[in-house]
């Protein structure tokens, strides 16, 4: 059983910037696509980034330019860099690694962004 770690949330200025961690313990995220997820109250989980086995990335419309998803697997994590963050970023992140059997989930790190 995997377990995934969230590390690097924080409440911060719009237009800083902060990295988040996703660690992953018991197994090896190698043949895992990773995905960055954020939520909102009363908002559906919105995918923010993602990463497959082979390094591709996508980033969604909202995030692109602003923030950057990598892996590294032999650190067992995934890093989501956020820069010129915006109040509308606020949310908790959480990340999640999947293949063709399982899905695994954090439980999430709370970011804030303040004008």
């Known amino acids: 059983q995997v377990q995934l770690v969230e590390v690097g949330g924080g409440l911060v200025q719009a237009g800083a910037s902060l990295r988040l961690s996703c660690v992953a313990y018991?197994?090896?995220?190698?043949?895992?696509?990773l995905t960055w997820f954020r939520r909102t109250p009363g908002m559906p989980n919105e995918l923010v980034a993602r990463?497959?086995?082979?390094?591709?990335?996508y980033h969604a419309n909202s995030v692109k330019g602003r923030f950057t998803i990598t892996r590294d697997n032999a650190r067992n994590t995934v890093y989501l860099q956020m820069n010129n963050l915006k109040p509308e970023d606020t949310a908790v992140y959480t990340c999640?690694?999947?293949?063709?059997?399982?899905?695994?989930w954090g439980k999430g790190a709370q970011v804030t962004v303040y004008a």
């Open positions: 999640a690694a999947e293949n063709d059997e399982v899905h695994y």
């Open positions: 018991g197994g090896a995220l190698t043949d895992f696509a």
């Open positions: 990463i497959n086995k082979a390094g591709a990335k």
